[in-house]
Structures are given as C-alpha cells and as structure tokens.
C-alpha cells in the first residue's frame, strides 16, 4: 500500500479501510483469474499445435515407410534381405556342383582340349589352375538350372499370378536355351577359331598352345554365346510387361538384321564364316521371338 493511500486512510477504522479496499482486491482477483484463462487457453493452443506436429511427423513417416516399401508389400531392407539369400543359394549350388565335377576333371579336361589337341603349360602351378578353373566352370554349368532358378524366385513378387505361369513356363526354356549356346559355340564356333588361329603358323612360327590361355579362350567363347541365346526370353518378358509390342519388334527387325552381324564380328574370329554362324541364329531367334509375341501373347 503506498504512502499517498495511508494519508486518505488516516483517522479510518480497520472495518472501514476493508470496505474501502474491497473494490481494488475484486479487480485483483478478476486480474489473476482472467491470466490463468488466457494460460490455459495458450497452454490448450500449444497442447494443440504439438498434437498437429505430432500428426503431421506421423503421416511424414507413413508416407516414407509407403516409399520404402513395394507394390508387393517387401520394403527395400527384406528385397535386399532376399537377394542376398538367393545368392548365397546359388554360390552353395555352384560349390557342391564343383565338388561332384571334381571327381571328373581328367574327362572333362580331354573334352574341352579335343578342338586344339596336345597343349602345354609354361609355369609349375598353371596347370592346377587349370584344373581348378574347369572344375569351378564345370561346376557353374551344372548349376546353372539352380542359379536360374533362384533369379526367377527372387522377382517372382513382382509379377501377377498369370505372369508368374508364364515364367513358370520361360524358366526351363532358359536354361535349354543357354546350353543350346553353349553347344553352338563350343561345336561350331570354336574349332573355326582355332583353325583361323592355328593357320597363322608358318615354319618358323610355330603355334604352342598354353593350357591356361586356352581354357581362357574357351570360357571366352562359350558364355557370350549362352547369353546370346537368352534373347527371345528377354524379348518376351518385356511384351508380358507390355514395354515393347510385336509392332516394335517388326519395326526395329532390320537394325537387329545389322547389329546381329556387328555382333558376330565382336564375338567370333575374324572371318566372314564365323560372323555368319552367329548373326543367322541371332536373327531367327529375334524372328522367333517376334512370333511368339505376335500371335501367342497377343501383344
């Protein structure tokens, strides 16, 4: 109370300074009552804003969590999870299939040596490589129905159930398809290219094979030819996906005509006989493609 107050209170009892003082701690109280309103309105209108922010961090992590996550329901950690699965399936198909190939190296050798007849090795420990390497290549080819396999399971989620019939159906083709190139190229390609090879000898170049070199020359040869011979199942999972139709096929036949040859001169000896033996069957396996997508799937 200040001291301009004392003096108009001089001489008053304390019953008469109460009444006097009555109106002043009213308007106090209204004061103090109207603060604690407007703080619990601020303290509702904050309580608000966090829920909102609360809500809104919520739909930023559903929309994220819908992101990361596939048509198929798999998020990007279990795509991840399944790949690595199937491919340590694979590698353990490859393993156990080289173990069993191991027990044949010898025949599998003179099998592969056949097209080029005696050959050397330059270093002590090049032909166990050797032996290793056709063992492990030997074990990948028998394996190969496994390692395709496990491909086709891996995008399985992504196909509808008509799609994954199909597949059903394109799995076994690949792998036919695959040792039909290797065959192609090991019966027919291959003994061109050491022939051509062979005849660049002359009395005092004599042509000495290293037994490494060759398997390399080998491998070389057989696995492009095996990739080569996927093309019409790649042609027809991209029309079942509805990415390329018979119509593309028909208009883009003459660039695959050109680019069949450009590929066998790539992937064969330099000669115009080897470039042909390639480009022929690339073609009718794109002409064969187009038929399929023409008039079976009806793209």
Not at 122 to 148: D, H, I, N, R
Request: with cysteine.
């Amino acid at each position: 109370m200040q001291d301009d107050d004392l003096e108009n209170y001089e001489g008053m009892t304390a019953e008469e300074i109460l009444a006097a003082q009555a109106p002043k701690i009213e308007n106090m109280e209204d004061y103090d009552s109207g603060e604690v309103k407007d703080s619990a309105a601020t303290g509702t209108e904050k309580a608000g804003t966090e829920n909102h922010d609360d809500e809104q961090q919520t739909d930023k992590n559903s929309e994220q969590e819908a992101k990361e996550t596939d048509d198929d329901g798999m998020s990007v950690i279990e795509h991840l999870t399944e790949l690595r699965t199937r491919l340590i399936r694979s590698i353990i198909a490859i393993v156990v299939c080289s173990c069993g190939t191991y027990f044949f190296d010898e025949q599998i050798m003179n099998f592969l040596m056949a097209p080029a007849g005696k050959l050397y090795f330059m270093q002590p420990g090049e032909a166990f490589f050797a032996y290793a390497k056709v063992v492990l290549f030997s074990g990948f080819l028998v394996a190969t129905p496994v390692v395709f396999y496990q491909l086709w399971r891996f995008f399985v989620p992504a196909f509808t159930r008509r799609e994954r019939m199909i597949l059903g159906i394109l799995v076994p083709s690949s792998v036919l398809l695959f040792y039909i190139g290797l065959a192609f190229s090991f019966f027919l390609i291959v003994p061109f290219g050491i022939k051509f090879f062979m005849g660049m000898g002359s009395e005092d170049l004599t042509p000495l094979f290293s037994v490494e070199k060759y398997l390399d020359f080998i491998i070389t040869f057989l696995l492009p030819f095996g990739l080569a011979f996927e093309l019409p199942i790649i042609i027809i999972i991209m029309a079942q996906l509805g990415i390329i139709t018979s119509q593309h096929l028909k208009k883009y036949f003459r660039y695959v005509f050109f680019m069949s040859f450009v590929v066998g001169a790539l992937l064969t000896p330099p000669d115009i006989i080897s470039q042909i033996t390639l480009a022929l069957p690339l073609t009718g396996l794109y002409g064969l493609s187009y038929f399929v997508v023409r008039f079976i799937l009806r793209k």
